[in-house]
Nanobody
């Protein structure tokens, strides 16, 4: 599976961005898809994940602001980010976990096999 993330950019506090991740391969629906982010000097952080049927989970710090979704017909996963804050500034990565399920280790980056190249999100104050 190859992943290509896009949609990052520079936005002011309170603004919105929509990240997209396009996946190759014919077994996309068998993968849980996640978004992680990494700010300079910080560890990679789980943001959100969605399993094959659309059930999702998000980290508490973005609940109510970020929404993850997927379109299995288009082999794509999205991260809609609203009410952005400067602390959301990071490189955002999409990742794929084969067989990932709700209640499993969706927030553990070590469980993800495939990663996109990352897209920069910068939120100015």
């Amino acid at each position: 599976v190859q992943l290509q993330a896009s949609g990052g950019g520079l936005v002011q506090t309170g603004g919105s961005l929509r990240l997209s991740c396009a996946a190759s391969g014919r077994t996309f629906s068998s993968y849980a898809m996640g978004w992680f982010r990494q700010a300079p000097g910080k560890e990679r952080q789980f943001v959100a994940a969605v399993i094959w049927n659309g059930i999702s989970t998000t980290v508490d710090s973005v609940k109510g602001r970020f929404t993850i979704s997927r379109d299995n017909a288009k082999n794509a996963v999205y991260l809609q980010m609203n009410s952005l804050k400067p602390e959301d500034t990071a490189v955002y990565y999409c990742a794929a976990q084969r067989g990932g399920y709700y209640g499993g280790a969706l927030d553990d980056f070590k469980q993800y096999t495939y990663w996109g190249q990352g897209t920069q999100v910068t939120v100015s104050s």
